[in-house]
């Protein structure tokens, strides 16, 4: 069975770090493009990031360009998003998701999904 599954959400304060990880079983994981999303309470899910099956192409939200890194590592089929200088706005819930297609920001785009992991910022 085909599984994803986030990691490493929690609480900080503005200003802070975090690093989620995705972590793919049953999955051609190096054929697939890689994405995060994320979505707030009361909001519709939006992208963050992706990176390309081979991680040589990355896309970013402009709300989190220059403060959040994603990559990856195919011998362990895992992607990472690390998170610097959080915000009370990116407070949401944190999905991975995985394309086999191309690096897409739209989300209906992608087939496997994790179920999320949870990122608060207090301010």
């Known amino acids: 069975q085909v599984q994803l599954v986030e990691s490493g959400g929690g609480l900080v304060q503005a200003g802070g770090s975090l690093r989620l990880s995705c972590a793919a079983s049953?999955?051609?994981?190096?054929?697939?493009?890689m994405g995060w999303f994320r979505q707030a309470l009361g909001k519709e899910r939006e992208f963050v990031a992706v990176i390309s099956w081979g991680g040589s192409r990355t896309t970013y939200a402009s709300s989190v360009e220059g403060r959040f890194t994603i990559s990856r590592d195919n011998t362990k089929n895992t992607v990472y998003l690390q998170m610097n200088s959080l915000k009370p706005d990116d407070t949401a819930v944190y999905y991975c998701a995985a394309n086999p297609r191309n690096s897409a920001t739209n989300y209906r785009l992608y087939d496997v999904w994790g179920r999320g992991t949870q990122v608060t910022v207090s301010s």
């Open positions: 049953s999955l051609n994981f190096s054929s697939y493009a």
